[in-house]
């Protein structure tokens, strides 16, 4: 539970005021500790960024990148967590999981859709889309979330949030599928 309220707490402080820049399309793939992922060439990361990032209470920030193109004030950004569960579990039961907490956690909580993909390195998972509101005070944003299992017990939890105006969301499951266990 106080995994998914700081994911909302970054995602929220991510999407802070800006100026809008031009939209860049092209992925590229990079590689951090333990994964690989193509990300978009305009994406900045944020990770070595103490200042700008909260510290989760249990996990650990693998990665966070946002967008240097601001609309209406928001950047879209990623933020992937990770942690060494003391169980096995498989990444579509590990996403199942985690939705199920931010259904209970997030206001306003609309599935959009509910799918299974394929990772980069062919592992299956679900990917939920779907809007919600960290709390009344914040804007209703678009997530797209999933998870991933490395090595039967490292795990990754993967939260994409767009803007609202952005309905089309195949581009941004294309950086979650490219995920892939190194």
């Known amino acids: 539970m ?3 309220i700081f994911v909302l707490v970054f995602l929220i402080f991510l ?3 800006g100026t809008k820049t031009t939209t860049s399309t092209s992925l590229v793939k990079y590689e951090w500790e333990g994964f690989s992922l193509s990300i978009p060439t305009n ?3 944020l990770t070595q960024d103490k200042t700008a990032l909260p510290k989760p209470s249990s996990w650990d920030i693998a990665l966070a990148l946002a967008s240097s193109e601001f609309q209406n004030g928001f950047s879209n950004n990623l933020l ?3 942690d060494e569960l003391n169980y ?3 990444s579509k039961e590990f996403s199942t999981l985690n939705n199920i907490w931010a259904t209970e956690q997030y206001s306003e909580y609309e599935e959009v859709e509910k799918k299974e993909i394929t990772f980069a390195d062919k ?3 679900i990917l939920y889309i779907f809007d919600a509101r960290y709390n009344d005070r914040t804007p209703k944003l678009r997530f797209l979330q999933s998870a991933h299992i490395c090595d039967g017990k490292k795990s990754f939890f993967l939260t994409i949030a767009l803007p609202m105006n952005i309905t089309e969301a195949s581009r941004y499951e294309d950086i979650i599928k490219s995920f ?3």
Request: proline share 0%; with cysteine.
């Open 2 to 4: 106080k995994k998914i």
């Open 15 to 17: 999407s802070s005021c």
């Open 43 to 45: 994406w900045v990361d």
């Open 80 to 82: 992937i967590l990770k």
């Open 88 to 90: 096995e579990t498989s």
């Open 123 to 125: 592992d299956n998972s």
């Open 180 to 182: 892939k266990c190194e």
